[in-house]
């Protein structure tokens, strides 16, 4: 796997320890109980189109060792349907070769990128990302193997933005979407002048300014920039310019130099293409203070990610041949089709837009059109608040985007912003309203410019918990629930159209590999993750990641040993043997839910078994189309097995299952995990135990310690004809 480092993820942050909880009282059954009133009825979900996986970047060559006919049946019955591709050059600031074939805009395989979309095309079984020489951030959340180019030390080289943020194609004033470089000195320094070397194009008016508080990249809310008492430049030049920017130095952090105006001269490729004469260049940029005429820097200037740190605004996709990764591969988009793990169904696709070109976006779809290839939903780049994109200038490339992918295929369903993981509202600077909300104001942009529609659906990702849990997690387990009840409404609340799909694209426990990604935890937070969000409004959630990779410690903490996903695989990518997850979405996919291309409609359902308030053992109920009843049970409780009743109220009418009673339970008899670092194994490992018993009011389930349990059965027939049959309709 390749050795991803840490994203920027908001984690809940939770005790360790475990929780104290009372010894269920024998003779004691507890009542699980749903509101069967069909008025009541909360969400509709498709299995095959609602529970799926995720398929990521790998390590060179290991494509052809993943995809094989051995693998492939492997994952597939999971009962994982559709998949979602997800783009990981965008986290590691990369243009995507989607397809090694294609043109560059310029001489020499340089320029600008765009794949070859004739169905002529050979198949396309690899693709790969390719580095931006303009690039200028110093780290990415990616492999974090490249640097920023804007105190490389090398004045040859040059930080550019994105040249379609540039008047010429927003069709809006620079001062819209202006683009800004900022420096983290790591901590508080005395600041009071600055040393740009300008590039071409430079910037004919631009500020200087500092942040007021605490962090300007983590806490964009709680703080705003103000402009040095001679910061602000009209009229500027280019060339190396040293600016006094207070009369006593400041003592600051961070530094941002705030660019509204271009001189719209041509880079060093040339003036034959309009996007290299747009935006903004800068060689190299010092902060520090100047004595008479000695300028001392405060930066350091490497050319590795050892430099002091910069962020910046956008950059320019411009690129060459000789910039391609080569570490590191993702499966050609005629691997994922043909090779079996779509099951024939519509698959999530992305476009490369914060690195990529709207033609290259557009010859993507084309492609795939053209080879007949379902698509369900186009995902437009991924993680712009990991990139610190503010919300204006996604807004305006994803318009770009969306009307050549629309001249491509109007009908084609767009969305995004493809949030990374995040359990609350994701923040930015304030605007001159003080909206710090990226949702709303992404939202916003969108509306002002009648142009709502193009937002087919809302994706985001889930990664809730901190990796470095001790001990069974049931104190975080316990709050899976609410965080999704919590972060569905608060996209909602940011003012995401009513009925416009959320999809979380990406979810697992952690953001980094953790054992309990193959323990039993990780089992209970599958059923109730997929639950909880399907009940609370979500349209799907993809499981992250369908391909097997062996067990790795990313995290670096104690329980860091573990594996995205399903498995527990080879060094060759050959999956050695499932491991709790995999069975948990077998209990999700196969048994709670139908295993069929049809509507399930969720109904309220509670549990009297609770803990600090919240429910320990988590129910959740669906009527299937084959009209039988399907309750889930998440025992969270690592220590004690209950007995419940279940009933289901329909006004003042309760109604029971009716024999016989089908359960499945996956618990510690079934699977236990055995940490031994990259070797760890399950044993036993699954099945899960299937068994029948009579209903009626007095039947008494079952429910093992630290697991999951299904129970299905039809009810009355009075309420059996009540289902709700047919296909979903899809937003």
Same mark, same amino acid.
Request: aromatic residues 12%; hydrophobic residues 35%; negative net charge.
């Given at each position: 796997?390749?050795?991803?480092?840490?994203?920027?993820?908001?984690?809940?942050?939770?005790?360790?320890?475990?929780?104290?909880?009372?010894?269920?009282?024998?003779?004691?059954?507890?009542?699980?109980?749903?509101?069967?009133?069909?008025?009541?009825?909360?969400?509709?979900?498709?299995?095959?189109?609602?529970?799926?996986?995720?398929?990521?970047?790998?390590?060179?060559?290991?494509?052809?060792?993943?995809?094989?006919?051995?693998?492939?049946?492997?994952?597939?019955?999971?009962?994982?349907?559709?998949?979602?591709?997800?783009?990981?050059?965008?986290?590691?600031?990369?243009?995507?070769?989607?397809?090694?074939?294609?043109?560059?805009?310029?001489?020499?395989?340089?320029?600008?990128?765009?794949?070859?979309?004739?169905?002529?095309?050979?198949?396309?079984?690899?693709?790969? +990302?390719?580095?931006?020489?303009?690039?200028?951030?110093?780290?990415?959340?990616?492999?974090?193997?490249?640097?920023?180019?804007?105190?490389?030390?090398?004045?040859?080289?040059?930080?550019?933005?994105?040249?379609?943020?540039?008047?010429?194609?927003?069709?809006?004033?620079?001062?819209?979407?202006?683009?800004?470089?900022?420096?983290?000195?790591?901590?508080?320094?005395?600041?009071?002048?600055?040393?740009?070397?300008?590039?071409?194009?430079?910037?004919?008016?631009?500020?200087?300014?500092?942040?007021?508080?605490?962090?300007?990249?983590?806490?964009?809310?709680?703080?705003?920039?103000?402009?040095?008492?001679?910061?602000?430049?009209?009229?500027?030049?280019?060339?190396?310019?040293?600016?006094?920017?207070?009369?006593?130095?400041?003592?600051?952090?961070?530094?941002?130099?705030?660019?509204?105006?271009?001189?719209?001269?041509?880079?060093?490729?040339?003036?034959?293409?309009?996007?290299?004469?747009?935006?903004?260049?800068?060689?190299?940029?010092?902060?520090?203070?100047?004595?008479?005429?000695?300028?001392?820097?405060?930066?350091?200037?490497?050319?590795?990610?050892?430099?002091?740190?910069?962020?910046?605004?956008?950059?320019?996709?411009?690129?060459?041949?000789?910039?391609?990764?080569?570490?590191?591969?993702?499966?050609?988009?005629?691997?994922?089709?043909?090779?079996?793990?779509?099951?024939?169904?519509?698959?999530?696709?992305?476009?490369?837009?914060?690195?990529?070109?709207?033609?290259?976006?557009?010859?993507?779809?084309?492609?795939?059109?053209?080879?007949?290839?379902?698509?369900?939903?186009?995902?437009?780049?991924?993680?712009?608040?990991?990139?610190?994109?503010?919300?204006?200038?996604?807004?305006?490339?994803?318009?770009?985007?969306?009307?050549?992918?629309?001249?491509?295929?109007?009908?084609?369903?767009?969305?995004?912003?493809?949030?990374?993981?995040?359990?609350?509202?994701?923040?930015?600077?304030?605007?001159?309203?003080?909206?710090?909300?990226?949702?709303?104001?992404?939202?916003?942009?969108?509306?002002?410019?009648?142009?709502?529609?193009?937002?087919?659906?809302?994706?985001?990702?889930?990664?809730?918990?901190?990796?470095?849990?001790? +001990?069974?997690?049931?104190?975080?387990?316990?709050? $899976?629930?609410?965080?999704?009840?919590?972060?569905?409404?608060?996209?909602?609340?940011?003012?995401?159209?009513?009925?416009?799909?959320?999809?979380?694209?990406?979810?697992?426990?952690?953001?980094?590999?953790?054992?309990?990604?193959?323990?039993?935890?990780?089992?209970?937070?599958?059923?109730?993750?997929?639950?909880?969000?399907?009940?609370?409004?979500?349209?799907?959630?993809?499981?992250?990641?369908?391909?097997?990779?062996?067990?790795?410690?990313?995290?670096?903490?104690?329980?860091?040993?573990?594996?995205?996903?399903?498995?527990?695989?080879?060094?060759?990518?050959?999956?050695? $043997?499932?491991?709790?997850?995999?069975?948990?979405?077998?209990?999700?996919?196969?048994?709670?839910?139908?295993?069929?291309?049809?509507?399930?409609?969720?109904?309220?359902?509670?549990?009297?078994?609770?803990?600090?308030?919240?429910?320990?053992?988590?129910?959740?109920?669906?009527?299937?189309?084959?009209?039988?009843?399907?309750?889930?049970?998440?025992?969270?409780?690592?220590?004690?097995?209950?007995?419940?009743?279940?009933?289901?109220?329909?006004?003042?009418?309760?109604?029971?299952?009716?024999?016989?009673?089908?359960?499945?339970?996956?618990?510690?008899?079934?699977?236990?995990?055995?940490?031994?670092?990259?070797?760890?194994?399950?044993?036993?490992?699954?099945?899960?135990?299937?068994?029948?018993?009579?209903?009626?009011?007095?039947?008494?389930?079952?429910?093992?310690?630290?697991?999951?349990?299904?129970?299905?059965?039809?009810?009355?027939?009075?309420?059996?004809?009540?289902?709700?049959?047919?296909?979903?309709?899809?937003?």
């Amino acid at each position: 796997m390749i050795a991803r480092a840490i994203p920027f993820v908001v984690v809940l942050a939770l005790s360790t320890g475990v929780a104290t909880t009372a010894a269920p009282v024998p003779g004691i059954v507890h009542r699980v109980t749903i509101d069967a009133n069909p008025t009541r009825a909360l969400n509709t979900y498709d299995p095959l189109r609602a529970l799926g996986a995720g398929l990521d970047a790998q390590n060179a060559g290991a494509v052809k060792q993943i995809y094989t006919p051995a693998n492939v049946k492997e994952m597939t019955s999971s009962g994982m349907g559709e998949v979602t591709y997800r783009l990981y050059t965008e986290l590691s600031v990369q243009d995507w070769h989607w397809n090694p074939k294609g043109s560059w805009s310029q001489s020499g395989n340089e320029g600008y990128w765009i794949g070859a979309s004739a169905p002529s095309s050979p198949p396309v079984t690899d693709s790969y +990302g390719y580095r931006l020489p303009h690039r200028g951030d110093t780290n990415d959340n990616g492999n974090n193997d490249d640097y920023g180019r804007l105190d490389d030390g090398d004045p040859s080289t040059y930080w550019k933005s994105n040249p379609y943020l540039d008047t010429r194609f927003t069709g809006e004033p620079n001062t819209v979407h202006p683009q800004w470089v900022i420096v983290d000195l790591a901590s508080k320094k005395g600041i009071d002048a600055a040393r740009i070397t300008w590039s071409n194009p430079y910037a004919t008016s631009y500020q200087i300014q500092y942040w007021t508080g605490p962090d300007a990249i983590y806490s964009p809310a709680q703080g705003k920039w103000v402009t040095f008492p001679s910061g602000s430049v009209a009229n500027g030049k280019g060339g190396i310019v040293t600016l006094r920017l207070a009369s006593l130095p400041r003592n600051v952090r961070y530094v941002r130099v705030l660019l509204t105006a271009s001189s719209n001269t041509c880079d060093s490729h040339g003036s034959a293409d309009p996007r290299d004469c747009v935006g903004y260049a800068i060689a190299e940029l010092g902060l520090g203070t100047l004595s008479g005429n000695t300028f001392t820097d405060r930066m350091r200037h490497v050319a590795n990610n050892s430099q002091t740190t910069t962020y910046t605004s956008s950059t320019d996709p411009w690129h060459q041949a000789s910039n391609r990764v080569t570490d590191e591969e993702q499966a050609g988009l005629d691997v994922v089709y043909t090779s079996g793990v779509t099951r024939k169904l519509p698959a999530i696709v992305p476009v490369s837009l914060l690195y990529g070109t709207p033609d290259d976006a557009a010859a993507e779809l084309r492609y795939l059109e053209a080879r007949g290839y379902p698509i369900t939903y186009v995902e437009m780049g991924e993680e712009p608040d990991g990139q610190f994109i503010v919300p204006e200038d996604y807004g305006t490339l994803y318009l770009q985007w969306a009307a050549a992918l629309h001249a491509v295929d109007p009908n084609l369903k767009l969305g995004g912003p493809v949030f990374q993981g995040t359990t609350s509202d994701v923040q930015t600077w304030r605007d001159a309203g003080g909206n710090a909300s990226w949702l709303q104001r992404f939202i916003a942009y969108l509306s002002a410019h009648g142009r709502l529609s193009d937002l087919a659906f809302m994706s985001f990702e889930w990664y809730p918990f901190s990796p470095c849990t001790n +001990g069974f997690p049931e104190n975080a387990l316990l709050q $899976q629930p609410s965080l999704a009840s919590s972060i569905i409404k608060t996209w909602r609340k940011d003012g995401l159209p009513s009925g416009t799909p959320m999809l979380i694209t990406e979810a697992n426990w952690s953001a980094n590999t953790t054992e309990h990604f193959q323990d039993i935890a990780g089992a209970l937070w599958y059923a109730d993750a997929a639950a909880a969000f399907l009940t609370s409004g979500a349209s799907g959630l993809y499981l992250y990641q369908y391909e097997p990779d062996p067990l790795f410690n990313y995290s670096g903490c104690k329980t860091g040993w573990g594996s995205w996903g399903m498995w527990n695989a080879t060094n060759h990518y050959t999956i050695k $043997q499932p491991t709790s997850e995999y069975f948990a979405a077998q209990l999700v996919t196969q048994e709670w839910s139908q295993a069929a291309d049809s509507a399930h409609v969720l109904y309220p359902a509670a549990s009297d078994i609770t803990l600090k308030g919240k429910a320990i053992v988590a129910p959740y109920a669906v009527q299937r189309p084959d009209g039988q009843w399907s309750v889930l049970l998440v025992n969270k409780d690592p220590s004690n097995a209950y007995r419940v009743g279940v009933v289901f109220q329909n006004g003042s009418k309760a109604e029971y299952f009716t024999s016989p009673v089908a359960q499945f339970t996956f618990g510690p008899a079934q699977y236990v995990w055995h940490p031994n670092g990259k070797n760890g194994s399950g044993h036993p490992d699954g099945p899960y135990a299937t068994s029948s018993q009579p209903g009626g009011a007095s039947a008494v389930y079952a429910l093992p310690a630290a697991s999951v349990t299904v129970l299905r059965a039809a009810i009355s027939p009075s309420q059996r004809s009540a289902t709700r049959r047919g296909k979903l309709e899809r937003p």
